[in-house]
């Protein structure tokens, strides 16, 4: 898993995989049993943004558009968000988890 072409495409395919039969999106407890499979070691703020799904969304299904831009996400954004742009087009989701983040980070 060393190759970040081959990542993202078995990271992909763990969310096609986990979907139950006729649903479109994962649901939120799978998602993040395969989050911490997958990105455990890779992005250090893996446990934050569990602990805030399980705060904020833990009674709604992952879509796979959040699902696909979280991966972007954490690849471009700097654990310090400083390069983040709130004018950006991120999922909702990842917009309020870095405001979320900022302000635990400001009150440290």
């Known amino acids: 898993l060393k ?4 990542f993202r495409d078995i990271y992909n395919y763990a969310y096609l995989f ?3 039969k006729g ?4 649901q939120f407890e799978t998602a ?3 989050w911490r499979l997958l990105l455990e070691g ?3 703020l893996l446990d934050d943004w569990c602990d805030f799904l399980s705060k904020h969304h833990s009674n709604r ?13 954490i690849k ?13 087009a991120w999922p909702y989701l990842l917009d309020e988890f870095v405001t979320e983040m900022k302000e635990k980070q400001a009150a440290a």
């Open 18 to 20: 986990s979907r139950e």
């Open 3 to 6: 190759s970040e072409d081959r």
């Open 42 to 44: 890779k992005w250090p």
């Open 76 to 88: 471009s954004i700097k654990p310090d968000f400083s390069n983040f742009d709130e004018n950006a």
């Open 61 to 73: 299904a992952i879509s796979r558009d959040t699902w696909q831009q979280l991966l972007d996400f």
């Open 23 to 26: 649903q479109k999106c994962v």
């Open 32 to 34: 993040i049993g395969i």
